[in-house]
Nanobody, 116 residues
Framework: QVPLVESGGGLVQPGGSLRLSCAASGIIFRRYHVAWYRQAPGKQRELVASITSGGSTNYADSLKDRFTISRDNSKNTVYLQMNSLKPGDAAVYYC??????????WGQGTQVTVSS
């Protein structure tokens, strides 16, 4: 059973917004660092944003003005708020929760499509 499930993806027009969720189960989520990655067809997976167990955040330089990562440990969920979406943001978005090399979990991904 995969302990991470992403949701919130879909089709949005350029300039629109989406909020992705990464919900965890079966793990002590508050101990985990969590990152969002994305992978577009024919491209390598790239880091979008990350948040530590203590709430410190880090972003890809090109995205930090439009994307916001946050977490609600009471809901075992990490969010990625994406604003002013562009066609270049279209990709499958994955979350990765890491506590140790042996406790590293990936979700199944959620598709984001940006098109008019």
């Amino acid at each position: 059973q995969v302990p991470l499930v992403e949701s919130g993806g879909g089709l949005v027009q350029p300039g629109g917004s989406l909020r992705l969720s990464c919900a965890a189960s079966g793990i002590i989520f508050r101990r985990y660092h969590v990152a969002w990655y994305r992978q577009a067809p024919g491209k390598q997976r790239e880091l979008v944003a990350s948040i530590t167990s203590g709430g410190s955040t880090n972003y890809a330089d090109s995205l930090k003005d439009r994307f916001t990562i946050s977490r609600d440990n009471s809901k075992n969920t990490v969010y990625l708020q994406m604003n002013s979406l562009k066609p270049g943001d279209a990709a499958v978005y994955y979350c990765d929760a890491v506590y140790s090399p042996l406790a590293d979990y990936w979700g199944q991904g959620t598709q984001v499509t940006v098109s008019s």
